[in-house]
């Protein structure tokens, strides 16, 4: 490499570089005003209860909602699952095979679009389904006991707002 293009690779580095350094006065005031942090946080923790929970009956806290979002009548589609959990249509593939491995639910493709596949759960996942259910209610009531219930419905509609303004 020569000497000019050397200094010239040597000089956009140096204005790419950030002006400021990122000060212990920044870095506490993002600690103190983070919703993404707390939020994390937070999830962590309810997540890790509800993991408890349902791992004695092989589940994990997400796959029980997955099941539970298949409860009804009419079959979402992959699509329809990725929209309404604010996730992208790979992920939700991903967390569904080990689910469908295990005869829980069923994945079938449109017999008009064979791009469209719809989800549905089987007779074994609503009996593990049902077998979860008191446990969800143990580790629901303890995490909602965390919080004031004056507050509950209003941190449930805040949730629900950021969730659908996104």
Known sequence: MSLEIGLISIYILMAMKPKTAVTLKMAQTVLKNCMCLRVQRASRVVGRMFDDAFRPLGLNNFQFSLLMLLNRPISPTIGGLAAGLSMDRTTITANLKPLERRGLLTVRRDSKD?????????????????????????????????????????????????????
């Open 114 to 166: 064979a791009r469209i596949k719809f989800v549905a759960l089987t007779a074994a996942g609503r009996t593990r389904l049902a077998e979860c259910m008191s446990r969800w209610q143990a580790a629901n009531a303890s995490a909602r006991a965390i919080l004031d219930k004056r507050n509950l419905q209003s941190f449930y509609s805040d949730l629900d707002h950021i969730a659908e303004n996104s």
